[in-house]
């Protein structure tokens, strides 16, 4: 059975940190890309970060270039968002996701409708 697990969510005041993990079971992470999406109230689904399956090359949305770093251990099929410098409005249901390598994924790999696999979320709330 595929399945997706995140963890390392919880409350954190303005310019804290947390790192999320996305724990993978039922299939190996290596062949497939991943992503980190998240969804405020009210507001669409967006897509935060993403991780190759094969050369690691990585994307960011501009609103968390130079906060936020994906990196996965393949060994431990486990990939992780550090995120630093935490801003409210970085408040979300965070949820990861896997999908095979596809042309429509390379074109716009931060797309949730390219992504097959979906964990469950976990909640990042930046507050004071």
């Known amino acids: 059975q595929v399945q997706l697990v995140e963890s390392g969510g919880g409350l954190v005041q303005p310019g804290g940190s947390l790192r999320l993990s996305c724990a993978a079971s039922?299939?190996?992470?290596?062949?497939?890309?991943i992503g980190w999406f998240r969804q405020a109230p009210g507001k669409e689904r967006e897509g935060v970060s993403c991780?190759?399956?094969?050369?690691?090359?990585?994307y960011y949305a501009d609103s968390v270039k130079g906060r936020f770093t994906i990196s996965r251990d393949n060994a431990k099929n486990t990939v992780y968002l550090q995120m630093n410098s935490l801003k409210p409005e970085d408040t979300a249901v965070y949820y990861c996701?896997?999908?095979?390598?596809?042309?429509?994924?390379?074109?716009?790999?931060?797309?949730?409708?390219?992504?097959?696999?979906w964990g469950q979320g976990t909640q990042v709330t930046v507050s004071s």
């Open positions: 039922g299939f190996t992470l290596d062949y497939y890309a």
């Open positions: 991780i190759s399956s094969s050369d690691g090359v990585t």
């Open positions: 996701a896997a999908a095979l390598p596809t042309v429509r994924l390379r074109v716009n790999p931060l797309q949730p409708h390219n992504y097959d696999y």
